[in-house]
C-alpha cells in the first residue's frame, strides 16, 4: 500500500542497484557519481529546471523506507532528481568524475540554490522493492500497448506548444531581470505570478514602466537599465507585501499605482514603435548573470555535517549523535558540536573494527583505531590514498594540522584550546570520505 509523505532530501538515499548504476551496492558516493557519468550534460540541465521551477509535482519520486535506519529512504523511482539535488548541494563532490564544463555549470547553479534551498519534498512511500516494481516498469519500458506513458509524436508537441502561447509577459519580464543578475531565484519565488501578470497587461502600467506589448512579446521602449529598475521596484513591491494583491484587482486600481509610481521610477518613453527592442533579446550585457561569483557568494553551512552528506548508520547512540551534529548550530553550540564530533569518531570507528573484526585492542589509542581502519579501507579499495591522507596525517601524535587526533582531544580536555565553526566544518570536509566508508554496508 503507497502512501503520501514529506521528506527531507538529506534523508533520501540513491538506489545503489539503479539501473542506471553500472557497479551495484558500491556506495552512496559511488552511486551519485556513477548516476553523475551517465548523465554528463543532461544532470546540470536538471538541476537548473530544479532551481528555476522546482520539482515535478506530477511526478513524485517513489520511496522505500531504509531496513534499520526510521526516517531515512532509498529512492526507487527519481534517482536522477536526487542526483540533480546532491550535485546542487555540493558539486566539488563530482569533480573527478564529469567534465570542466558540467562541473563549472553546476557550481553557478549551486550559488542560486542555496539561497532559497529545498527543504522537504513529497515522496510517495511504498512497504517494499516488490510493492514500487510494477509502475517503475511500466514507466521506463515503453507504451506497453497503452498501458505505460505514451509520448506525443511531433504533432501533438506542435499543438501543445501552439496552443500554449508565446511565454507569458510576466515570465519574460522575470527572465529580463534575472539574465541581468537583479533578481534573485528566492525573491522570484515570492513574487505573485498573477498580480503580476495584472500589471503588465494594462497599458498604463506598462507605460510607466517603459513597456509595449504586441502579439504576447514584451519591448523594451526606454534603456533596458531604466526598464529594469522599474520592473525591480514592481517586483519588490509585490514581493514585501508593500502594495497588497487586493488592491491591484481593478483597472482603476492598476491605472493608479502606476500613476504613482514615484518619479525617480516611471520610465519615460524614449524609443518610438519600430525601435522598442524585445526584451527578450536584452538584458545579455552590463551585470553579471545570477550564479557567477562576482553577484553572489555561497553561505557557509551551520551545521556540521553538510546536507548531501548520507551515512547509512543503524538505529542506536551514534546514529542519534549524527542526528543531534545534524541539528546543532555551528555558531551557537561550537563547544558542544566540537566534543560530540570527537566521540562521533572514535564510535563510528569502534564499530567498523568491531564489525570486521579488526585485531586491534579495544582500549588502544584513538590514533591508533583510525590508523588500522584507514589502512584496512584502503586495503578494501573502499577509500583511496588520497582520500586516506588526511586521517594518516591526522594519526600523527606531534600533529596540529587539521584535522588531527591531538586537536580533537584538546577540545575535550583542555579548557585554553577554543574551537572555531571555519575550522570544524574544515575537519568534516576533510575527514568526511573517510567517516562514510566507516559506515558502508
Not at 537548473?48 to 526510521?70: A, C, K, Q
Not at 504576447?216 to 526606454?222: D, K, N, S, V, Y
Not at 519615460?268 to 557568494?297: L, M
Not at 548520507?310 to 566534543?339: C, F
Request: overall charge positive.
Amino acid at each position: 500500500m503507497a502512501e503520501s509523505q514529506t521528506v527531507a532530501p538529506a534523508d533520501l538515499l540513491i538506489d545503489e542497484e539503479n539501473p542506471r548504476i553500472e557497479q551495484p551496492n558500491a556506495g552512496q558516493h559511488k552511486a551519485l557519481q556513477s548516476l553523475a557519468q551517465h548523465l554528463g550534460p543532461k544532470l546540470p540541465r536538471l538541476a537548473e529546471d530544479i532551481v528555476r521551477n522546482g520539482t515535478d509535482p506530477s511526478s513524485l519520486p517513489i520511496v522505500t523506507p531504509l531496513d534499520g535506519n526510521p526516517g531515512r529512504f532509498i529512492v526507487l523511482e527519481g534517482n536522477r532528481r536526487l542526483a540533480a539535488l546532491r550535485a546542487l548541494e555540493n558539486p566539488e563532490g563530482l569533480a573527478d568524475v564529469v567534465t570542466p564544463q558540467v562541473l563549472r555549470r553546476l557550481r553557478q547553479l549551486s550559488r542560486e540554490y542555496q539561497d532559497s534551498p529545498i527543504e522537504a519534498l513529497a515522496c510517495v512511500v511504498v512497504r517494499s522493492r516488490d510493492d514500487a516494481r510494477h509502475w517503475i516498469e511500466l514507466r521506463h519500458t515503453g507504451e506497453n500497448l497503452g498501458a505505460g506513458v505514451v509520448p506525443w509524436g511531433s504533432d501533438e508537441v506542435a499543438r501543445f506548444r501552439a496552443r500554449g502561447g508565446v511565454v507569458l509577459p510576466r515570465t519574460q519580464a522575470l527572465d529580463f531581470l534575472e539574465r541581468r543578475g537583479d533578481l534573485s531565484v528566492d525573491l522570484r519565488r515570492r513574487v505573485p505570478a498573477s498580480t503580476l501578470e495584472r500589471l503588465l497587461e494594462n497599458p498604463a502600467v506598462r507605460e510607466a514602466l517603459g513597456l509595449q506589448l504586441s502579439k504576447g512579446q514584451l519591448f523594451l521602449t526606454a534603456d533596458d537599465k531604466l526598464v529594469a529598475r522599474a520592473l525591480l521596484h514592481v517586483v519588490n513591491d509585490l514581493a514585501s507585501g508593500r502594495v497588497k494583491v487586493s488592491a491591484l484587482y481593478k483597472k482603476d486600481q492598476l491605472v493608479q499605482y502606476a500613476q504613482e509610481l514615484p518619479k525617480d521610477i516611471a520610465v519615460p518613453a524614449v524609443k518610438r514603435t519600430t525601435e522598442a527592442v524585445p526584451i527578450s533579446s536584452a538584458g545579455q550585457t552590463g551585470r553579471p548573470k545570477p550564479g557567477t561569483p562576482v553577484a553572489r557568494i555561497p553561505k557557509k553551512r551551520d551545521r556540521l555535517i553538510p546536507r548531501d552528506c548520507v551515512l547509512s548508520i543503524p538505529a542506536g547512540r551514534v546514529r542519534d549523535i549524527e542526528s543531534e551534529l545534524r541539528k546543532l548550530s555551528l555558531e551557537e553550540h561550537t563547544n558542544a558540536v566540537s566534543v560530540l564530533f570527537r566521540v562521533f569518531i572514535e564510535l563510528s570507528v569502534d564499530a567498523y573494527i568491531a564489525g570486521q573484526s579488526l585485531p586491534t585492542a579495544e582500549n588502544a589509542a584513538l590514533q591508533k583505531k583510525m590508523s588500522d581502519a584507514v589502512s584496512d579501507l584502503v586495503t578494501r579499495t573502499k577509500l583511496t590514498a588520497k582520500q586516506a591522507t588526511p586521517v594518516r596525517r591526522a594519526c600523527q601524535r606531534d600533529s596540529f594540522l587539521a584535522p588531527s587526533v591531538t586537536l580533537l582531544h584538546n577540545y575535550v580536555h583542555n579548557d585554553s584550546v577554543f574551537p572555531a565553526p571555519a575550522d570544524l566544518r574544515a575537519y568534516w570536509d576533510s575527514l568526511q570520505p573517510f567517516i562514510a566508508a566507516l559506515w558502508v554496508k
